[in-house]
């Protein structure tokens, strides 16, 4: 499984991105995709999952703000970003795993198996 991420880059604050990862290999609609990022000096943490039966989970920093959707048919997860913060700027990176795991398990980064590269996402004025 091969996963790459693209669309991070420098945003005013108020405005928005669309992130997009692509998947390879094996990928199936029945596990969870999810994005994650890492900002400088910080651990890596949840940000949202698209999960079994298109149920979807987000981060309560970013809820209302960004929305995850996946498109099964050409195995693309993405991250819609609006009203971006300076506190959003970080590493995005999306990740995948080929097991049901728990509900609660889902915001653990531990949880998944296979990661893209990550993409820079800067907040500034």
């Known amino acids: 499984v091969q996963l790459q991420a693209s669309g991070g880059g420098l945003v005013q604050p108020g405005g928005s991105l669309r992130l997009s990862c692509a998947a390879s290999?094996?990928?199936?609609?029945?596990?969870?995709m999810a994005w994650f990022r890492q900002g400088l000096g910080k651990e890596r943490e949840f940000v949202a999952v698209?999960?079994?039966?298109?149920?979807?989970s987000y981060d309560n920093n970013v809820k209302g703000r960004f929305t995850i959707s996946r498109d099964n048919s050409k195995n693309t997860v993405d991250l819609q970003m609006n009203s971006l913060r300076s506190e959003d700027t970080a590493v995005y990176y999306c990740?995948?795993?080929?097991?049901?795991?728990?509900?609660?398990?889902?915001?653990?980064?531990?949880?998944?198996?296979?990661w893209g590269q990550g993409t820079l996402v800067t907040v500034s004025s």
């Open positions: 698209s999960r079994w039966g298109g149920m979807t």
């Open positions: 990740a995948t795993t080929q097991r049901n795991p728990v509900l609660s398990a889902l915001w653990q980064p531990e949880t998944y198996d296979y």
């Open positions: 290999g094996g990928i199936s609609s029945r596990y969870p």
